[in-house]
């Protein structure tokens, strides 16, 4: 079993910018093996693909977020982050880390991120 905790969303401005993290605690290690991403579900739509990172350290982006968030893990930490810089009103959603082990998948709780205009 692995249980995903996201933390550091919050309110900001526009152009502002937040950190996301993700950790899976009493497993140590157990993301370094895990294909890693954040999702994020918009009030009214259907959760969607953010960010992920592979095992071999590829990694994919939403259109909307190139060149604006960044995924990386650090696995001596067991966490995933995600830095999102130039934040606008779209990027407004509730956010999840995910994480494929071994084919068996888990998410975390969410995390709200609001950016007001």
């Known amino acids: 079993q692995v249980n995903l905790v996201e933390s550091g969303g919050g309110s900001v401005q526009a152009g502002e910018s937040l950190r996301l993290s993700c950790v899976s605690p009493?497993?140590?290690?157990?993301?370094?093996?895990?294909?890693m991403a954040w999702y994020r579900q918009i009030f009214g739509q259907t959760r969607a693909l953010v960010a992920e990172?592979?095992?071999?350290?590829?990694?994919t982006y939403a259109d909307s977020v190139k060149g604006r968030f960044t995924i990386f893990r650090d696995n001596a930490l067991n966490t995933v982050y995600l830095q999102m810089n130039s934040l606008n009103s779209e990027d407004t959603a509730a956010y999840y880390c995910y994480a494929n082990v071994l084919g068996v998948r888990y998410w975390g709780q969410g995390t709200q991120v609001t950016v007001s205009s």
């Open positions: 990172i592979t095992l071999d350290g590829k990694i």
């Open positions: 009493g497993n140590p290690g157990n993301l370094g093996d895990a294909l």
